[in-house]
């Protein structure tokens, strides 16, 4: 029913993918994911959603403390968001009730399909050839200082006006990005760590909003290790059988063969003699 956990980002790192691929790859740390809000369709919220909390830090405020409280969870929580669900959380209240601990490998497992909600890096002001990647104007008929400038935001006369949205310079980054179809391509359960194949919106440290969407599209798991020829010889061994299945064909061959003295003197004696 969950498919959404809260994560910090830690840093990006290399690995191998399951086709044996060496590809870039985000490290997230999903701390103990809590729920502290079961909201129902019968209840005052009037829609099946869950609250989720995650994080801690020395200085909390006073509401949050509160949301923390009354779920009954003893740490802090730093970060809170919303998770809707379609089914109705009332009907399986044993497992969905305040307080219930989320972990990692209950929801994500490798080779899934993701996607990751975050914060963009903040770049302050900027002009319009970095924010919306305008080619700025030439260097000819004296326009030597006019190579970045926006040039003209105007339609004429008619409307006589600027419309609205025009791209023009202005504050860049701190947006809400989202990021679809990732694949996670390695957990760490003790350390409580996500790798996820590519690169995640936002800086380190920031939260991150991760939802399982399915399965990677013609995902198959790292093959197996085949055992080696001397575990082979070691289980036969143990067993008491030749190592090789051909062994026996060979003794009979060699008996069919090649005589052994008795028989051949016993021929010799069955042997009349010519004179």
Known sequence: MINTLLGVKKNMTSTYDSRGRRVGATI?????????QVKTIEGKDGYNAIQIGTGTKKSIKKPQLGIGKK??????IRWFREVRIMENPSTSLGTLQPGTEIKLNQVFSIGDAIKVTGISKGKGFQGGVRRHGFHGGSRTHGQ???MRAPGSIGSG????RVYKGKRMAGHMGMDTVTTKNLEVVGIDKQKNLLIVKGAIPGSTGGLIK???LGRIKGY??????????????ENSEKLGKPENQNSGESDNSDKSGAQSPSESSEKEEVVPDAS
């Open 210 to 212: 991760i939802i399982k």
């Open 28 to 36: 997230l740390e999903i701390a103990p994911n809590f729920i502290t």
């Open 220 to 233: 198959t798991p790292p093959p197996e290790e085949k055992p080696s020829e001397e575990e082979i010889s």
């Open 144 to 146: 030597s200082d006019r």
């Open 71 to 76: 779920a009954g969870v003893e740490k802090p």
């Open 157 to 160: 006369t008619t409307p006589g």
